[in-house]
């Protein structure tokens, strides 16, 4: 049986294509942000990838389904809102690059509305849940 791929060269190819698309409006980052990160930014939360049940071959390869939850934060309701729109619209409209995968078009699984991230801080946040299914090309 084959092994799902590494989650990491997906997750790092989908924080560089936010960070390529998204330069001038929000910082991306893999995983957490620093202390004193100033916003709007998005978090990318990754899982470790799974096998796909549904389309086992003969050849008993698989794909992969790699869910993963983006976070856009803001300093506003307004800029969590817009980050997370302008966020969305690239993860559905563009495909990440991963040596030896094919990826197929990134799909929203659910999402969440904004809000603050508690009473006792200035930050909005809105998130959105991903799958990104991929495929060895070799």
Do not use: C, K
């Not at 796909?52 to 008993?60: E, G, I, K």
Request: proline fraction near 9%.
């Amino acid at each position: 049986m084959t092994q799902p791929q590494d989650a990491h060269p997906l997750a790092e190819a989908i924080r560089q294509m936010l960070d390529n698309a998204l330069p001038s409006a929000a910082t991306v980052h893999l995983g957490g942000v620093p202390s004193g990160t100033p916003t709007p930014y998005v978090v990318i939360y990754p899982d470790i990838g799974t096998e796909t049940p549904a389309d086992r071959s003969l050849a008993d390869d698989v794909s992969t389904d790699f869910r993963f939850q983006a976070t856009s934060v803001g300093a506003t309701y307004s800029q969590a809102m817009l980050t997370a729109g302008m966020a969305n619209t690239v993860l559905l409209t563009t495909i990440p690059a991963v040596t030896g995968r094919r990826v197929r078009p990134i799909r929203q699984e659910g999402s969440q509305p904004v809000r603050r991230e508690d009473e006792s801080s200035p930050l909005w946040f809105a998130t959105a849940q991903y799958l990104a299914r991929s495929d060895r090309t070799s």
